[in-house]
């Protein structure tokens, strides 16, 4: 379970990715189209193409951790 504590900012895709992507992936979209740092304990959330799908990484401090959610 992610439990964020404190302030925190969340993140939201407007376009979609492909879900083959891992965390390193998506943690280069991160830095690469959004000009953000992956490891800054926000909260990004990426929509699968049908939008039925959603990707959620975030950095603990002590790793990232990608969580699928369908």
Same mark, same amino acid.
């Given at each position: 379970m992610i439990s964020p504590s404190g302030n925190f900012k969340l993140y939201l895709a407007s376009k979609p990715v492909d879900f083959r992507k891992g965390m390193d992936g998506l943690a280069a979209i991160v830095m690469n189209? =959004?000009?953000?740092?992956?490891?800054?304990?926000?909260? =990004?959330i990426f929509r699968s193409k049908r939008a039925d799908r959603m990707k959620i990484i975030v950095w603990d401090g002590t790793g990232a951790l990608l969580r699928n959610s369908f």
């Open positions: 189209e =959004f000009e953000l740092d992956p490891f800054n304990g926000a909260i =990004f």
